[in-house]
């Protein structure tokens, strides 16, 4: 189950690999990549470009009551959110952003 502490140091079980920077669009807008583990419900939003490999350097929890769901932020070690992880994904999100997201690939899929 991925980490539902405050942590420094901490690597996100999402990570994916690629650059080692943030890139900055110049105030343009992005696309994002949403990943999507419908077996446990669970989604990650990345906020940093795709090809882009930035560490997770503090995990933030929301208070689970006052969000009804299991929500982190992933901050870098700049203080920038780099991406959020969302447990019961399918009642929090909306579905055009896990319809078209990448799936995760589970043995008990």
Known sequence: MPPTNDSKGARSPW????LDDVGDTGGAATEFV???????????????????RVECARIYPCDPVDV????????????????IEVLAASSKLPKYLLQPAERLETEDS
């Open 15 to 18: 990570q994916r690999d690629g």
């Open 68 to 83: 009804d769901a299991v929500i982190n932020l992933d901050f870098d070690e700049q203080g920038r959110l780099i991406g």
């Open 34 to 52: 949403v990943i999507y583990d419908k077996t446990v419900d669970a989604a990650y939003v990345y906020l940093t470009e795709p090809q882009t």
